[in-house]
């Protein structure tokens, strides 16, 4: 089967404009997680679905950042008024059962604010 | 903020030799894992080891874990060109559901 799929692959906004991004996980995947990756360093965790329900939304940075997986597949990361720090590679990963077990990742949006 | 810490950063070595890379964490965990991620593939998983198990292996990987050190090893053996990456060890908490990555060992194999 399909691995996970995320869109767009890169993205470019102007700063002040508001983005969505789109993950696709492996089909029946529980769990779900958003993370956002600077260069050089780990990614870092920001939220996790199980199923539709967001459990854990400890790592989003700022109320602008918003994530969504209203029928629990498909999920929707927005950020609103994008600021230049904002700029990052965003990754999605699913994972089949609940909890932090073993994740597949998706190959990322490349996010740069100008 | 990253709870685990990857050393060293930086790791060159020639084609057939051994690589180590350590991780130190900072609270309990149920799990450590192990990923590689380069610009060709992404970040992919490659071990998994529970806090109840000290030593695991995956073909040419050996993982060691030492919870009372809270610290992990990554052993590749006979290295080759195609496992210069980023290697990064992520934790887990013992109460939610946040996954901790470090910043990761880059590598470098040296055909």
């Known amino acids: 089967g399909a691995g996970v799929s995320q869109s767009p692959r890169y993205k470019v906004a102007k700063r002040g404009q508001d983005v969505a991004l789109r993950c696709d996980p492996i089909s029946g995947h529980v769990s779900l997680f958003w993370y956002q990756q600077a260069l050089g360093q780990g990614p870092e965790f920001l939220t996790y679905f199980q199923n539709e329900a967001q459990l854990d939304k400890s790592g989003l940075p700022s109320d602008r950042f918003f994530a969504e997986r209203p029928e629990g597949s498909v999920s929707t990361l927005k950020i609103q008024r994008t600021q230049q720090e904002d700029s990052a590679v965003y990754l999605c990963?699913?994972?089949?059962?609940?909890?932090?077990?073993?994740?597949?990742f998706g190959p990322g949006t490349r996010l740069l604010v100008l | 903020s990253q709870q685990g810490e990857e050393d060293p950063q930086a790791l060159s070595i020639q084609e057939g030799e051994n690589a180590t890379m350590n991780c130190s964490y900072k609270?309990?965990?149920?799990?450590l894992q192990w990923y590689r991620q380069n610009s060709g593939r992404g970040l992919v998983h490659l071990i998994l080891i529970r806090s109840n198990e000290r030593e695991k292996h995956s073909g040419r990987l050996r993982v060691t874990l030492d919870t009372s050190k809270k610290s992990s090893s990554l052993l590749i053996t006979a290295s080759r060109a195609a496992d210069t990456a980023s290697y990064f060890c992520?934790?887990?908490?013992?109460?939610?559901?946040?996954?901790?990555f470090g910043a990761g060992t880059r590598l470098f194999v040296k055909a």
């Open positions: 992520a934790t887990d908490g013992t109460g939610g559901f946040k996954t901790i």
């Open positions: 990963a699913s994972s089949l059962r609940t909890g932090p077990e073993t994740q597949y």
């Open positions: 609270t309990s965990i149920n799990n």
